[in-house]
């Protein structure tokens, strides 16, 4: 220090600096509030004296957490996104609207993807008229199959001097050596020669004519007009005949007969008589049951197949009872009109996939204004004939085709010719309505299946109004709309 008295007096109050402000700062340090990231060593003497002598609690540090963000809620996202769904701009309701077609009711549907394109009222259970018979001809080659012939035999003892002529529904049984209106229809004179081969030399005394197969009291519906009868068109459901009970064999339309089981019994006999069998033409004939199993002689029909083939062009109302009541017997049940509504519902739902619930079925002809199927029915059918899937290709062949045959053969005349050829249907007129349903194939090359129905107070003219509508489907193929 003597030697650098001033650089020991600056050391000197540079120490002294130092150790009043470490005191300072250890003062502040005693005095201050804890520090949750202080380190945890000992606190100096001081310090805790000052601790010790505070009344006031250590602070408590609270730490709040951030907001929470509620999530958004979820959105439902369908299983399945629907595909698009064309626009179509090609309406028919002007012609649908046509008040020549009365009540209305109708629908259209996509042959190739079942997708209903127009419909009007199609769901309503209504009379179909003859439309009716493509469900008849559905029914019968589904329960009988297409091979089936339905069958007439003559039984009875040889040396009895009793025979029994046995019908089994066969409509198509013909007395006359000349043409039928049935193409192919088994012999009353084939059958007598089979008898006259068994009793060779035998007498005849008795014919009785077995018409059992269903029953008689059960030939003629109280809805169907006898002016039916008696101009020709349709004979009484009796499960023996001949010629379809026609008083002209040849003729289509033919007045028939208040017996057809005796004007079968007439034939036949004289049919045995021109065999040469003894005492045919004094022996007596009787309605009733065979007695006898043993068969002396037997003729079948046609196949069912060509039966349909027969009565679709045509619209044969008899053939059409026969086929319904011989596929009721055939199903197990008793052949009677009372039975059809649950076998047609039976079997169009079993074998061919359709919603039959709400049908209800008098006849097999379509006669009857008590017969009730929805449209939706008859075109949802008419896809599988178009498409001639379960042996409906029978029944497709058959059909009508506009402009060409059967009972469209004269219609789709003027501007509704442009559709000529190209519509497969069925017809129906009763006096209460009009009817058409099928298939066309559209302008555009898509196949469309249809059933249309014309309903109440119509006139001949409403044929035309159904021709005009079909044609319309036809020009807007698969842009109809169903506005």
Same mark, same amino acid.
């Given at each position: ?27 502040? $340090? ?145 007395? =006359? ?80 007969? =208040? ?159 442009? $559709? ?64």
């Amino acid at each position: 220090m003597a030697r650098h008295p001033r650089a020991t007096r600056v050391t000197a109050a540079a120490t002294a600096f130092a150790l009043l402000a470490g005191g300072a700062v250890a003062a502040g $340090a005693a005095t201050a509030p804890h520090d949750v990231t202080a380190a945890s060593s000992a606190p100096s003497a001081s310090s805790a004296a000052t601790d010790a002598a505070s009344d006031d609690p250590a602070p408590v540090v609270t730490v709040t957490p951030p907001p929470t963000t509620a999530a958004p809620p979820t959105r439902s996202v369908p299983s399945e996104v629907p595909a698009a769904t064309p626009l179509r701009t090609c309406s028919v309701a002007a012609a649908a609207s046509d008040p020549r077609l009365a009540q209305f009711e109708g629908s259209v549907v996509d042959a190739a993807t079942g997708e209903v394109l127009f419909e009007r009222d199609g769901s309503t259970p209504a009379r179909t008229g003859s439309v009716l018979k493509t469900l008849t001809s559905a029914v019968a080659l589904s329960v009988l199959g297409p091979d089936h012939r339905l069958t007439t035999r003559v039984t009875g003892d040889p040396g009895s001097g009793s025979i029994a002529l046995v019908g089994g529904g066969d409509a198509t049984l013909s007395a =006359t050596g000349g043409s039928s209106v049935y193409a192919g229809a088994p012999k009353l004179s084939d059958l007598a020669a089979q008898v006259k081969s068994r009793l060779g030399d035998g007498r005849v005394s008795t014919i009785t004519l077995d018409a059992g197969y269903w029953s008689q009291a059960d030939k003629w519906d109280p809805s169907w007009k006898r002016t039916e009868q008696t101009i020709g068109y349709h004979s009484e459901v009796t499960a023996l005949m001949v010629d379809g009970d026609r008083a002209d064999p040849a003729a289509q339309t033919s007045p028939r007969s =208040t017996d057809p089981v005796a004007r079968a019994g007439e034939a036949f006999r004289a049919a045995l008589v021109a065999a040469g069998v003894v005492g045919a033409d004094t022996a007596t004939l009787s309605q009733g049951a065979s007695s006898s199993a043993t068969v002396l002689g037997e003729v079948r029909s046609q196949p069912v197949s060509t039966l349909v083939s027969q009565l679709l062009p045509t619209s044969d109302n008899t053939l059409a009872e026969m086929l319904a009541r011989v596929s009721s017997r055939e199903s197990g049940a008793d052949g009677s009109s009372a039975s059809l509504t649950q076998l047609y519902r039976t079997v169009l739902a079993n074998a061919y996939g359709l919603d039959t619930s709400a049908i209800t079925i008098i006849d097999g002809s379509g006669l009857s204004e008590n017969d009730a199927v929805p449209a939706t029915v008859v075109a949802r059918l008419m896809i599988r004939v178009a498409d001639r899937s379960d042996g409906l290709g029978v029944v497709f062949d058959a059909l009508p085709i506009s402009g060409r045959t059967g009972t469209l053969a004269s219609r789709f005349t003027g501007s509704n010719a442009v $559709a000529r050829g190209a519509v497969h249907a069925k017809t129906g007129w009763i006096d209460t309505a009009y009817t058409l349903a099928g298939s066309v194939d559209a302008a555009d090359g898509t196949r469309l299946a249809f059933a249309f129905y014309a309903i109440g107070d119509v006139r001949d003219d409403a044929r035309v109004a159904l021709d005009t509508l079909t044609t319309a489907v036809y020009r807007c193929g698969s842009d109809l709309s169903g506005a």
